[in-house]
C-alpha cells in the first residue's frame, strides 16, 4: 500500500445544454402524452423543488447535443481549468444511466468525440451512482502510477427517455390518456447535462485530495427500484426483462420506459442512511470534520427526509454545511455531483485544509456511494 501514489483533483468541468427551461415550459420540451397535461406534474415538481433544468432536445423532438457530445465538453472544460490539453490525458472513465448507443460502452464514443490519439477507457453503467464508479476508477490508475492525468465523466441525456412516443401505445397509459405514476414523476424530475473531473498524482493550489472514495451496493436486498428494460410488476424476474421478449413486446408491456417505484424508495432512504451510519460507527466518516456536505438526493422532500432520518444521530452534519443546486440546475442523474462539486469550487468557498464529503444514493437497485476531499 505504501507504494501507491495520492490522487488530486486538479480540474472540474460542466457542459449544461441550452438555455435553462422554466417549469412552465416542461412538457412544451418533452411532449404530452396523449396531447394532454400531466395530472402529475404539478404535484411532482412540489416534491422536487426544482424549478429550472436543462434540455439537449428541442420541443420538436430533434437534438442540440448527444450525450457523448456533452461528456466530451463537460471534459475538454475540465482539461482547460487544469491547465492540460487533450494530449496530456491518457485514460478515460466514463459514467451513464444509458449511453447514445445499446453497445459498445460509452466511454468510446466519449473518447470518439475527444479525438487526438489512443486512450484507456473505462465504461460504468449504472444510475446515480456510476459517476463515482468511474472516479473511483481514474482515481485507482493514478494511485497505482499506470497513467498521470486521469479523467472521470458522468452525463445524462435524461429527456429522449421522456417523449410521448416511448409510453404511448404501452400498457403505462391508461384508457383516458393518463400515465402511471411510475413513469410521470421522473419525466417531471430528470434532466439533461454531463461533468466531469480530471485527477493527477502531484498536489497544487486548489487542488482536492481523494482520501477514499467507498461504493456500498445494498442490491441483494432490494427489488429494483428505479429502471428501464422491465414492466412494473414482473421486474424481479430477469427472465421478463426487454432483451427475452424482444423490443416490441417490451415496449408495448412498457418495459422500455424509465420507472420508479415510490414505496420501496421510502425503504431504501432507510438503507441508505443505514450505510451511512455503519461508516460513522466505523470512524471513516467523521461528521464533526467535514466543511461542506454534497448530497445528491433527487428531490427536496428526499433531503427532508434524510435529514429527519439523521438528525438526532452522530452522523448528522449541520444543514448550513450542505451545499445543493437541484433548484437552479435540476436533477441531472449521474452527473449531478459534478454539478454541486463544480459550482463549489468555483464559488470560492472553499479553504485550503477544507474537507467536502460528497454523497451519491442511488435507488437503481440500492446503492450509495461516498468520496471524502480535502482541499490543499
Wanted: hydrophobic letters at 45%.
Amino acid at each position: 500500500m505504501s507504494d501507491l501514489r495520492d490522487g488530486y483533483i486538479v480540474g472540474t468541468g460542466v457542459f449544461l445544454p441550452g438555455e435553462p427551461v422554466g417549469n412552465d415550459a416542461m412538457e412544451d420540451h418533452l411532449g404530452r402524452i396523449a396531447g394532454r397535461d400531466s395530472l402529475f406534474g404539478k404535484k411532482a415538481l412540489r416534491w422536487n423543488g426544482v424549478e429550472s433544468r436543462h434540455y439537449a432536445m428541442r420541443p420538436d423532438g430533434s437534438v442540440t447535443h448527444t450525450l457523448a457530445q456533452m461528456s466530451a465538453e463537460a471534459v475538454r472544460t475540465a482539461l482547460d481549468a487544469a491547465g492540460l490539453e487533450r494530449r496530456d490525458l491518457s485514460m478515460l472513465a466514463s459514467a451513464a444511466t444509458q449511453g447514445d448507443y445499446l453497445v459498445p460502452g460509452h466511454a468510446s464514443a466519449v473518447h470518439a468525440e475527444l479525438g487526438a490519439g489512443a486512450l484507456e477507457v473505462a465504461s460504468f453503467q449504472s444510475v446515480c451512482g456510476s459517476s463515482l464508479m468511474a472516479a473511483k476508477s481514474a482515481w485507482l490508475a493514478v494511485r497505482a502510477g499506470e497513467h498521470d492525468v486521469a479523467a472521470a465523466c458522468a452525463g445524462e441525456f435524461s429527456s429522449r427517455w421522456f417523449r410521448p412516443s416511448f409510453y404511448e401505445g404501452t400498457a403505462l397509459v391508461d384508457a383516458k390518456g393518463r400515465l402511471r405514476a411510475e413513469a410521470d414523476f421522473l419525466r417531471f424530475t430528470l434532466s439533461d447535462g454531463a461533468g466531469a473531473i480530471v485527477v493527477e498524482p502531484k498536489p497544487r493550489p486548489g487542488a482536492l485530495k481523494i482520501n477514499f472514495i467507498d461504493i456500498v451496493s445494498l442490491a441483494d436486498r432490494f427489488d429494483p427500484c428505479m429502471w428501464a428494460g422491465a414492466p412494473v410488476e414482473t421486474r424481479a424476474d430477469m427472465a421478463s426483462a426487454w432483451a427475452h421478449v424482444g423490443p416490441r413486446a417490451a415496449h408495448e408491456a412498457g418495459a422500455m420506459a424509465l420507472l420508479q417505484d415510490f414505496e420501496l424508495l421510502k425503504k431504501v432512504i432507510r438503507a441508505w442512511v443505514g450505510a451511512y451510519l455503519q461508516k460513522v460507527d466505523e470512524g471513516r466518516i467523521v461528521p464533526a470534520e467535514v466543511d461542506h456536505c454534497l448530497v445528491h438526493y433527487s428531490a427536496k422532500s428526499l433531503r427532508a427526509e434524510i435529514v429527519s432520518l439523521l438528525e438526532n444521530t452522530a452522523g448528522m452534519v449541520p444543514e448550513e454545511k450542505w451545499f445543493s443546486v437541484l433548484r437552479e440546475v435540476g436533477n441531472v442523474g449521474s452527473a449531478s455531483i459534478w454539478v454541486m462539486l463544480d459550482r463549489l469550487v468555483r464559488s470560492r468557498r472553499v479553504q485550503p485544509g477544507q474537507k467536502i464529503l460528497c454523497v451519491v444514493p442511488e435507488s437503481g437497485r440500492a446503492l450509495v456511494g461516498f468520496m471524502m476531499l480535502e482541499a490543499v
